[in-house]
């Protein structure tokens, strides 16, 4: 198959990560021809001048009202000339070889979307390298979105996701829902007799730029929109959604128990902990990040342990609609 890709980057207020993720394009090893798509979501602070430095680089710059990240996606798609879809968060850094093996991928298991896992940089802070461990680590709920190698149960996620041109019209892109888009996105693809793969060798290093107090919003809000995703695709809900709620909830249990002089509860949780800290330190070699990863981990499972319990138990007990109960995490087209 002859690619025309066009990468998809809507940004909002980031012309500092717009700068570095355009600076890992330029080192790009992929000779043929590609096109940059970039969606100014409606910021006040402005990246044109950002993209204006990199005339090298084949851009085209858009500016519309905000309609946040899907809607913008889909804005990008339909301006794009190419007929296949790489989609970006503007807090990523490409390696050099990314473009080159995506394409040797595909051109050896055609799939109409893929998506990629994300990585540290060597240049990103101890609580971003601690964060990135807790969101892609093997022992925590990170590791199912990075590790599944199943082509028709593998789910990408829009920091790093290729769809078809196909595939796009077809399934009319992303919905209004945030965050949760992605994911929903890859239901309606597999519904429409599409399939998905991963691509581990095509990572990104995500830089989440956020605090610990952001990570947990963020992560609250994964929690709260997977019920909402399971009560619109019941064919997809799965146990492991609970296991941090459960995790939680069995936590506590286990501090009563140990009160109560049966602490062999607890011991396992100890157990636990000490093996992502074991296991942090390995990846990471700093005990620093290590033990900041036992905080990343734990404010992860709180977070979207509470988040899914929350919405799960007003879903159930309430006639309206997703969209009524939680207007927040949807916006308005």
């Avoid at 028709?152 to 829902?177: C, H, L, V």
């Avoid at 730029?209 to 609250?220: A, C, E, L, M, T």
């Avoid at 609970?242 to 049966?262: E, H, I, K, T, Y």
Wanted: hydrophobic fraction near 40%; proline fraction near 5%.
């Amino acid at each position: 198959m002859n690619f025309l890709f066009s990468f998809i980057v809507p940004v909002y207020n980031r012309p500092n990560e717009i700068r570095e993720l355009l600076q890992s394009l330029e080192q790009q090893t992929y000779t043929k021809p590609y096109e940059i798509v970039i969606v100014e979501d409606g910021s006040t602070i402005s990246s044109e001048e950002e993209v204006s430095r990199f005339s090298s680089l084949p851009i085209s710059y858009y500016k519309k009202e905000n309609s946040g990240p899907g809607d913008s996606r889909n804005y990008g798609m339909r301006k794009a000339k190419g007929n296949y879809f790489i989609v970006l968060d503007s807090d990523c850094i490409l390696p050099s070889h990314y473009l080159e093996t995506a394409e040797a991928s595909l051109q050896k298991d055609y799939v109409d979307c893929y998506g990629g896992p994300d990585a540290a940089h060597e240049s990103f802070s101890t609580v971003q390298k601690a964060i990135n461990y807790a969101m892609t680590s093997f022992f925590t709920t990170g590791g199912i979105r990075g590790g599944k190698k199943a082509v028709d149960k593998f789910q990408p996620r829009s920091f790093n996701m290729g769809i078809s041109k196909e595939a796009f019209e077809q399934t009319g892109g992303y919905g209004n829902i945030h965050p949760g888009e992605d994911p929903d996105l890859t239901i309606r693809i597999w519904n429409n007799g599409f399939t998905t793969k991963l691509i581990p060798e095509a990572y990104v290093y995500h830089k989440r730029r956020i605090d610990w107090n952001k990570f947990y919003i963020q992560v609250n809000k994964f929690g709260m929109v997977r019920p909402i995703l399971n009560k619109w695709h019941p064919e997809t809900a799965k146990i492991t959604y609970w296991f941090p709620a459960l995790f939680c909830f069995g936590f506590l249990v286990s501090l009563l128990a140990s009160f109560l002089g049966l602490p062999w509860f607890l011991y396992c949780y100890s157990l636990y902990f000490t093996l992502l800290f074991i296991d942090s330190l390995i990846k990471n070699k700093s005990i620093v990040i290590a033990f900041l990863s036992l905080v990343a981990v734990t404010i992860q499972f709180v977070g979207y342990g509470y988040g899914f319990l929350k919405s799960t138990l007003t879903l159930n007990s309430s006639k309206k609609t997703a969209q009524e109960l939680f207007p927040k995490l949807f916006f308005k087209l």
